[in-house]
């Protein structure tokens, strides 16, 4: 079957006729499940889409199309495959047949496989995550509930121990950006990406499933998706490989309540997509992270395993022993929220190991704006790394 690739790709370049959209799916139905996912694996899963239409006067090539790989095969595709399929389906405008049939390919998938599913629509290098796929693309209430009823029905909610997803905010967590002092404006945090590697990987280093990153923001959406494919360039250019993004509004801009508003909102939506989960929170005290860190504890107590607030106002000693004692830990470097990780069982000695390494490099790498800056913020890292016990 690999010589059918090149005449595969060729018969959907370009304008394609009825004969050649039935030579396709000729091509298509005959394939083994091996060649399938084999041809699937070597083409643009939305060019196949595109190039595939339904006509007035028929034949309905691309229902055909749908209903082969969507329900004929879909157990035969491999999850890649699948997510590739659902991705195709969502671009561009999302008919009713379109969603009709995302629904019924997540629905068909249970337990483990539908985790798995999940995960891999999450991994999208632009808006269409899995977010966006079901609180977006998918503008079909009843549609969307059938989604979200099946997927909190699958959750597998004995597994222990459960694994852990984070979310992030960006601005003041991940770069200095706003209200920070301590550091040059505009740098990556020194440890921090280890910080999240680390938590990715968990406490024995042997996760089921990575790339667990989700940054959740105020910053204001569009249309298109520009601000937020800006906002992923960037991270991308930081280090981060893998990721989803959850944008905010203009209008939750307007005050901290707001903001926290819009992230909680965001955040409600990523615990009934990944019910299977615990969640970690990384946030600044700089805006309204502190308010969403303590309403998410009490939403979802025992599923919510720590909120870490990276300060950058100087927060009291007594505010930052109150808020410890609820799950939200106050950190002034990475080492310090890497230390707390670990004492909570949450990384590994080999995870906090990483980050001190990463941020003492990255301390070497600041291009600091005063020496008494520099000398101030190493004297808070030796400090951190004491605790740590390094």
């Known amino acids: 079957m690999a010589d059918q690739l090149p005449l595969l790709t060729a018969l959907i370049a370009g304008h394609t006729d009825r004969d050649e959209e039935a030579q396709v799916l000729t091509l298509l139905r005959a394939a083994t499940p091996d060649e399938l996912n084999a041809l699937l694996d070597g083409v643009d899963m939305q060019e196949l889409f595109g190039s595939v239409d339904n006509r007035i006067l ?63 629509l999450n991994m999208r290098a632009d808006q269409h995550d899995l977010e966006g796929l079901v609180y977006a693309d998918i503008d079909d209430a009843a549609i969307r509930d059938e989604i979200l009823t099946h997927i909190t029905a699958e959750a597998p909610v004995d597994r222990t121990p459960r694994e852990v997803k984070v979310l992030s905010d960006i601005d003041d967590t991940a770069f200095a950006k706003l209200h920070e002092e301590r550091y040059p404006k505009g740098i990556v945090y020194p440890g921090v990406l280890a910080f999240y590697q680390a938590l990715d990987q968990g406490p024995a280093d042997a996760p089921r499933s990575t790339g667990d990153l989700t940054f959740v923001t105020a910053r204001p959406g569009d249309a298109f998706g520009l601000i937020e494919n800006h906002s992923r360039d960037a991270l991308s250019k930081a280090g981060v490989a893998n990721m989803s993004l959850m944008g905010g509004t203009l209008t939750a801009l307007r005050s901290k309540d707001a903001m926290a508003g819009m992230k909680f909102g965001n955040m409600e939506h990523y615990r009934r997509l990944f019910p299977e989960y615990d969640l970690v929170f990384i946030g600044d ?32 000693p007594d505010r930052r022993g109150e808020q410890a004692a609820k799950g939200l ?17 949450m990384i590994s000695d080999k995870g906090l190991a990483q980050i001190i390494t990463e941020t003492r490099d990255g301390f070497d790498k600041v291009e600091w704006e005063s020496p008494e800056q520099e000398q101030a913020m190493r004297a808070v890292l030796e400090r951190d790394i004491a605790a740590a016990g390094a």
């Open 58 to 120: 028929g034949p309905d090539h691309r229902d055909e199309l749908i209903r082969l790989l969507a329900v004929d095969r879909r157990a035969e595709l491999s999850t890649a495959n699948q997510a590739d399929v659902i991705h195709a389906l969502q671009q561009g405008r999302t008919g009713s047949g379109d969603e009709r049939a995302i629904a019924d390919m997540l629905l068909a998938v249970r337990g483990a496989e539908l985790t798995a599913l999940k995960n891999q």
């Open 285 to 316: 005290s700089g805006q309204g992270d502190p308010i969403v860190g303590e309403k998410i504890l009490g939403e979802w107590p025992g599923a919510v395993k720590a909120v870490f607030i990276h300060d950058v106002v100087d927060t009291p």
């Open 329 to 345: 830990y106050y950190v002034d470097t990475y080492v310090g929220a890497g230390t707390t990780a670990r004492e909570l069982g």
